[in-house]
């Protein structure tokens, strides 16, 4: 093997782990509202979409870094998450699966095509200025906007992991889902406990979807595509598991880029699903899951 | 079943036979869609409404079956009637791998509809690279003006029509028997309570095991008909997670797990879409029929959560039996 070979092939790990952080971060929120509610999102790469678009309008119309409209994205997704839960998807949460797949299959259906009407079909992406830079560790160049979304994407992981084990709402919401009938003896309040887990996993999304706008431009036929990646990658890593949907982020995000260098880049979500099917038949519950999750 | 029933579903299977002699062109179309829904919804339902295995891939045995069969016409000469068994059994092989893996793994749920997803999209990446279906660029059968051909089901709409129109009968037949079977009584015990059925001495993974191959054979022959009947094939529509997920809305929509369901639900969605095609051409705004298409399934799912055909049936007077 060549120099060459191997410097592209770290080359293309590297961009894969900046890149599978952003995944890993989007996977995230799917992972949370399944773990907590057992509720599959199927709407989950159609809120993405929406994400991108938000911050794409932010930066076209007002000329704000997809950095700092971040953080309003994100509240905003939080409010929109709640209220969805609180109105649609709370009266399914004990329904038949096939039922919350429907409810959520139209959700998705009237996201993607709200974006279709407003936005139209063309692919709309950003231009910053630190596109063009790039940051160098030795032989190894990293794009700056891509080293930048990955570390906002720890970032808020990091926040997450502190919500989730430091604060009282974060302790009550993971009593409420290994729990619920404790939770419900001790006078939790699960449904507000559901509704705002589905608005942080909402949040989670949004904020992904605001960074992954630096990386790639959007169109709204993305959406469909998000969601397959988002199942993929929470089930490599362990549907409800947190380290295991940035792990399996990760781990999609390498296995993609490494594909792209090696395969024809339209063979390479093929590896995707050929790892997912792998990991579905000899560990179901996920590289991080737990055995009694599923 | 009521004499009332009886009475209107010969009256219904009347109006179908004699309907292309008094129907137009688009009316035609329109029908040939809803037995198409009827049909595949029906095959899934086998699937999901008897045996309560949640499959979003069956555009993996409905492509095969079309690629199949249109690869043989195409590439051999070989005609549907005969390529057809080829197809069945690929798709049949298919459904036999996907549910071999899934349930001897003792996947359930969300799991393995997502197994179901990972081999269709597997599926539809591998066809788009593989020249001999014609890669991304799609399949094509040769366009004959002005033949009815039954041999190779060359023809026009309402040779089609009768073809799709044989098969919905046949497959409701074929449900109708299989529910009553003993099959049948298995399958219902395994969606209510499969631990139980288990112990109680029911062969569990061999019944899956057919509804999964039983629900892929018959769907590979809508994808045969589908074939021949659009004349063209490509992986991103052949395989898409759309055109799976098409193919529950009938049953869902019309009340799963029961006979008439697809059916219904066919009318109602097929019906739906037409109008919203009709209403969203005044305005030139795109997305505009997939937003109120839904719309409808929102609404229709929060307010009649099992189907329009048990509140219909209930309102019609007929004798629910049905499970």
Known sequence: MSQDFLLSLAQAITKGLLTGMVYGLMALGLSVIFGVMRVVNFAHGEMMVVGMYLSWAAFEYAGINPLFSLPVIAVIFFGVGYVLQRGLIQPFINRPEHQQFLLLLAVATLVVNACLAIVGPDSRGIQLDSQFDSYELGPLVFDAVRVHAAIAAVVIAGLLWFFFTRTRIGKAIRAAADNHMGALVVGLDVRKLYAITFGVGAACVGAAGALMITIVPVTPFLAAEYTLLAFVIVIVGGLGSMTGALLGGLLIGVSEAVAGLLLEPSLKSMFSFGLLIVVLLLRPQGLMGRKDSR | ?323
């Not at chain 2, 599926?123 to 040769?142: E, H, P, Q, V």
């Not at chain 2, 129109?165 to 009584?185: D, K, P, Q, T, Y």
């Not at chain 2, 219902?188 to 309570?193: Q, T």
């Not at chain 2, 055109?243 to 969605?269: D, H, N, Q, Y």
Request: glycine fraction near 14%.
């Open chain 2, 1 to 323: 079943m009521k004499t009332r029933a009886l009475v209107t579903l010969a009256a219904l299977l009347v109006f179908l036979v004699a309907a292309p002699a008094f129907l137009g062109g688009y009316a035609l179309s329109v029908l040939i869609l809803v037995l198409y829904f009827a049909y595949v919804g029906q095959a899934w339902n086998i699937m999901m409404g008897f045996a309560g295995q949640l499959s979003l891939g069956h555009a993996l045995y409905a492509g095969l079956g079309g690629y199949v069969a249109a690869g043989l016409y195409t590439h051999y000469g070989i005609g549907p009637w005969a390529g057809v068994f080829v197809a069945v059994a690929a798709a049949v092989v298919a459904g036999g791998v996907v549910g071999a893996l899934g349930f001897r793994f003792s996947l359930a749920g969300v799991y393995f509809a997502l197994l179901t997803i990972a081999f269709a999209e597997f599926t539809r990446i591998g066809f788009d690279n593989w020249a001999w279906a014609g890669g991304s660029g799609g399949m094509f059968l040769k366009v004959e003006r002005g033949v009815s051909d039954l041999v190779n089901l060359r023809g026009g709409p309402t040779m089609f029509y009768y073809v799709i129109l044989a098969m919905a009968v046949g497959i409701f037949v074929l449900c109708r028997l299989l529910l009553e079977s003993r099959l049948g009584r298995y399958w219902l015990a395994i969606r209510e309570d499969a631990e139980a059925a288990q112990a109680v001495g029911v062969p569990v993974f061999w019944c899956k095991m057919l509804a999964v191959t039983i629900s892929a054979a018959l769907t590979a022959l809508a994808g045969v008909w589908n074939a021949f009947y659009y004349n063209n094939l490509f992986p991103e529509t052949a395989f898409a997670m759309g055109r799976s997920i098409e193919m529950t809305l009938s049953p869902i929509i019309g009340g799963l797990g029961t006979l008439f369901g697809p059916l219904v639900g066919a009318v109602v969605l097929t019906g739906l879409g037409e109008l919203f095609t009709d209403i969203s051409d005044q305005f030139h705004i795109p997305g505009l029929k997939q937003i109120f298409y839904g719309l409808a399934l929102l609404v229709i799912i929060m307010y009649r959560p099992a189907g329009v055909w048990p509140w219909l049936a209930a309102r019609l007077g007929f004798t629910e039996r049905d499970k």
